[in-house]
């Protein structure tokens, strides 16, 4: 959790597959949670909403998969 704003901060990779659609779906919505890291080879620069209209309007941007990126955000 961060200190902060007391959300547990996630990364969901895969985040345009099926599975990662939902937990993206499920999270979002989660008052605890703040997703930091949305990741997607194929789409990769792109926000997530522009990919999947119902995965939110956050400006959370899709990147490319990168373990720094991931621990640096955890």
Same mark, same amino acid.
């Given at each position: 959790? *961060?200190?902060?704003?007391?959300? !547990?901060? #996630?990364?969901?990779?895969?985040? *345009?597959?099926? *599975? /990662? !659609? +939902?937990?993206?779906? &499920?999270?979002?919505?989660?008052?605890?949670? +703040?997703?930091?890291?949305?990741?997607? %080879?194929?789409?990769?620069?792109?926000?997530?909403? +522009? &990919? @999947?209209? /119902?995965?939110? @309007?956050? /400006?959370?941007?899709? %990147?490319?998969? @990168?373990?720094?990126? #991931? &621990? +640096?955000? !955890?």
């Amino acid at each position: 959790m *961060t200190a902060a704003s007391g959300k !547990a901060r #996630v990364a969901v990779v895969g985040a *345009t597959g099926y *599975t /990662g !659609a +939902e937990l993206v779906r &499920v999270l979002s919505g989660h008052p605890a949670v +703040e997703i930091s890291l949305a990741s997607s %080879e194929r789409w990769a620069g792109r926000p997530i909403s +522009e &990919v @999947d209209a /119902g995965l939110g @309007d956050g /400006g959370l941007v899709l %990147e490319k998969l @990168d373990a720094r990126a #991931v &621990v +640096e955000r !955890a």
